[in-house]
């Protein structure tokens, strides 16, 4: 947690000794891009090889740090795909394991498969059985050639500066958005006029992918007290007891599905009841066009009447 609050106070605080830090990182995030947009050039021109599934192939992503509703967008996906007849495989690094168990919760027809190497793992998804691929957290996995790009900004951290790693949470510039299908803005706090100006900042920035949609992520629940641990963080027996300090006289501790699933071999039944607040994904502009690029793409590869 104490990283996560570091890398917080680093990227938006305005006091001086922030401003200086970031400052002395601007050397290492001009790298940092310009690594990034080399890759990007090799990949482009066949210097470095991007590998074909042989089934249709949906990457998921965003550009910066952070949570923009990938694991709900991609599980969407995969849903959709399950409502075709086709088995989907859902392909991610799974960091702490959280996400894969999130998906196997939330799809157990799925094939979810997690590794390093994406392409390694999604090969390893078609051979269990996956007639469609969702690369979770894929919009950089350049080596994988996928069908459909669906890139997801945060309505949330649209405000924020556009600063590159390690001086900022962008993993790739604005401009990266050429190489995306769909742009999906999401909202979870912020009201529907901040994903619309949002979405005409994208329009008019002069890089518009084939379409706009506008996604608003629903999370049921209700917070009495905060207790935050950054995203992926392993939970230990000390951080159920800090947990269970800041509970000790509620009824009810509510905690997102990535939390619960880790949490679950430590809390037990004779602790405050848990709810947990699932993020579903409820498309308020453009949801049309999404479903119609999938579909589009699923009936290209399959012929009706395959499945």
């Given at each position: 947690m104490r990283a996560h609050a570091a890398a917080r106070w680093l990227w938006s605080a305005t006091t001086a000794p922030a401003r200086l830090a970031r400052a002395s990182l601007v050397p290492a995030a001009a790298a940092y891009a310009a690594c990034a947009r080399v890759r990007v050039q090799a990949y482009r021109h066949g210097l470095l090889r991007s590998r074909r599934i042989g089934v249709p192939t949906i990457a998921v992503g965003n550009l910066s740090v952070g949570g923009t509703g990938k694991t709900p967008i991609a599980s969407w996906i995969a849903a959709h795909c399950a409502r075709r007849g086709l088995t989907p495989g859902?392909?991610?690094?799974?960091?702490?394991?959280?996400?894969?168990?999130?998906?196997?919760?939330?799809?157990?027809?799925?094939?979810?498969v997690q590794g390093r190497d994406r392409a390694r793992a999604a090969r390893r998804a078609v051979g269990l059985g996956a007639r469609a691929i969702v690369l979770d957290d894929g919009f950089q996995r350049?080596?994988?050639?996928?069908?459909?790009?669906?890139l997801l900004v945060s309505a949330e951290a649209s405000d924020t500066a556009r600063r590159m790693l390690p001086a900022g949470p962008w993993r790739e510039?604005?401009?990266?958005?050429?190489?995306?299908?769909?742009?999906?803005?999401?909202?979870?706090?912020?009201?529907?006029?901040?994903a619309r100006r949002l979405v005409?900042?994208?329009?008019?920035?002069?890089?518009?992918?084939?379409?706009v949609a506008v996604?608003?992520?629903?999370?049921?629940g209700a917070?009495?007290?905060s207790a935050p641990h950054p995203d992926h963080h392993r939970y230990a027996a000390t951080d159920v007891g800090r947990l269970l300090s800041v509970a000790r006289?509620?009824?009810?501790?509510?905690?997102?599905?990535?939390?619960?699933?880790?949490?679950?071999?430590l809390w037990f039944a004779s602790r405050p009841t848990v709810l947990v607040a699932h993020l579903e994904p409820t498309w308020e502009l453009g949801?049309?066009?999404?479903?119609?690029r999938i579909n589009d793409l699923l009936t290209r590869h399959y012929t009706p009447g395959m499945y």
């Open positions: 859902i392909v991610l690094r799974g960091y702490g394991g959280d996400e894969t168990g999130v998906h196997h919760e939330r799809l157990p027809g799925a094939i979810v350049l080596d994988v050639r996928r069908d459909l790009n669906l510039p604005w401009s990266a958005m050429r190489r995306a299908d769909i742009v999906v803005v999401t909202r979870k706090r912020s009201g529907p006029e901040a005409r900042r994208i329009v008019s920035s002069g890089v518009p992918p084939t379409g996604a608003h992520l629903v999370c049921l917070l009495v007290r006289d509620v009824d009810y501790v509510v905690m997102t599905h990535k939390d619960a699933v880790k949490l679950r071999g949801g049309d066009l999404v479903v119609s």
